[in-house]
């Protein structure tokens, strides 16, 4: 018997608390695994009135026994994992016992990051709004067929290899006029490869497979939002990896069959940080109370984000995209206190009604909205379905026949324990 690969996904920009999801339900899980992205990303995690955020180690990390693997598909800065698993050893707990790296993740080079840098600095006002970790340049390399991976660490002439891309970069850096220390982080970084040398390095694909066949289920840890993704994202503004479902199978060598259940996770309502279309944000008070209630600051830029009503269009489109079995709802609770609330039903294109996402969404896109009357209740303390606003509910009953999955988790609060699982 073969054990399948559930998945836990971002179905908006990103940031819908895909973290707190995954150290929930990783408890069920012997294996976590990230599959793309890198430390873009920043997944918070909320336990024994602890706070944790974690960029490149899966979000299992703290669950005793659980194996951590980073995987093909990412890429991996080796100086900001090794601060990470400094940040993690202080919990008490040993990264090299708990987490496993693909030979084949890409290595973003120190290189990378000035690049990453000197691209904004070059788009001016078109910049993508990139957290700068590197994460472009990065997977431009490998699609180029320039990257280093890895697996190169180990290789007898790793220096002459990193000194060519390095020198690639140099070449290219010149050309945008960047004016910055190529050297600087160099010593750190070659000794970050060393520290990775102490973690065991694995093929992924057999490795996963292993893990399957011997009946231990693993769960994906999605970084970034499926309206992030490179493909079906909104376009240039996006991230540079495919955040949807199917980055799992080429991001850890895995069949689609062999997928289970997918989580798709979705704010109560939107953020977006960085540039690029929101259909639905708000320039308002409104927008404004979102942002302070529900803390809408990047965990990895400190950012403010952007915030608005809930977009049923994206979500129905990335649910669709990523074949989504289960949805889960977050941060219902910061809504508490809204007389109404809107969700977008439908986008009005050119004067024209429609409830798919258009080739262009950066064009003016008007939404629609459906109004509810607010629950005006303090969901936090919540822990039962019983105990849920009739308001609520049938918020959510709206959402579910919206979208055609049921909501099976509703979060209420930042901790482990605020759940509700239905
Ligand atoms: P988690 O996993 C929210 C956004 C950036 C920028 C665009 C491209 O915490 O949800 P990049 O650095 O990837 O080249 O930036 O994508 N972005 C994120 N937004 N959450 C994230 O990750 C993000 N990772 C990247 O703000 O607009
Ligand atoms: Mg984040």
Same mark, same amino acid.
């Not at 400094?86 to 040993?94: E, P």
């Not at 769960?219 to 479902?245: C, H, I, K, N, R």
């Given at each position: ?122 788009? +001016?006002?078109? *910049?993508?709004?990139? @957290?700068?970790? %590197?994460? &472009? !340049?990065?997977? $431009? ?5 320039? #990257? ?115 989580? +798709?996770?979705? *704010?109560?309502?939107? @953020?977006?940080? %960085?540039? &690029? !279309?929101?259909? $639905? ?5 409104? #927008? ?115 979208? +055609? ?14 759940t509700i699982e239905r």
């Amino acid at each position: 018997m073969s054990s399948k690969l559930d998945v836990v996904l971002g179905l908006q920009w990103g940031d819908e608390g895909k973290g707190k999801i995954v150290d929930v339900l990783a408890g069920r899980y012997p294996a976590v695994a990230r599959f793309q992205g890198g430390p873009n990303a920043g997944h918070s995690l909320h336990f024994d009135g602890k706070s944790f955020v974690v960029r490149s180690i899966p979000s299992g990390i703290f669950r005793e026994g659980s194996i951590n693997i980073i995987g093909s598909g990412v890429v991996l800065d080796p100086v900001t994992f090794q601060e990470e698993c400094g940040n993690v050893s202080a919990m008490g707990v040993n990264p090299k016992e708990k987490v496993v790296i693909s030979k084949k993740a890409h290595l973003i080079l120190p290189t990378h990051r000035l690049l990453d840098a000197a691209y904004e600095a070059a788009a +001016g006002k078109g *910049k993508i709004g990139s @957290t700068l970790k %590197g994460i &472009g !340049p990065t997977y $431009t390399d490998k699609v180029g067929r320039h #990257g280093l991976r890895v697996g190169d660490i180990l290789a007898p002439d790793f220096k002459e290899r990193f000194a060519k891309l390095k020198g690639r970069h140099l070449r290219l850096l010149a050309d945008l006029g960047f004016e910055c220390d190529p050297d600087r982080d160099e010593a750190a970084w070659m000794e970050a490869t060393e520290f990775l040398k102490e973690f065991e390095l694995v093929d992924c694909e057999y490795f996963v497979d292993g893990l399957l066949k011997g009946d231990k289920p693993i769960l994906a840890e999605g970084a970034q939002g499926s309206m992030l993704d490179v493909d079906f994202g909104s376009y240039p503004f996006v991230t540079s990896s495919s955040t949807t479902v199917g980055g799992v199978c080429t991001g850890l060598g895995l069949a689609p069959s062999r997928v289970g259940k997918v989580f +798709g996770i979705f *704010k109560a309502y939107c @953020t977006r940080v %960085g540039s &690029g !279309p929101f259909p $639905t944000e708000l320039f308002d008070e409104t #927008g404004e109370t979102l942002r302070r209630v529900g803390h809408e600051f990047g965990a990895v830029t400190g950012r403010p984000r952007r915030c608005g009503w809930l977009d049923l269009v994206a979500l129905k489109y990335t649910s669709m995209i990523d074949g989504v079995t289960d949805l889960i709802m977050m941060k219902s609770d910061c809504l508490d206190d809204f007389d109404t609330i809107k969700v977008c039903t439908s986008y009005k294109v050119n004067g024209v009604e429609t409830k798919e996402v258009p080739f262009d969404i950066a064009i003016k896109v008007e939404p629609v909205y459906t109004e509810f009357p607010g629950w005006k209740k303090d969901l936090t303390g919540m822990r039962s379905e019983a105990e849920l606003p009739e308001e609520f509910k049938s918020y959510i009953k709206f959402i579910e026949d919206y979208i +055609g999955v049921p909501v099976s988790i509703i979060s209420l609060g930042p901790d482990r324990e605020a759940t509700i699982e239905r």
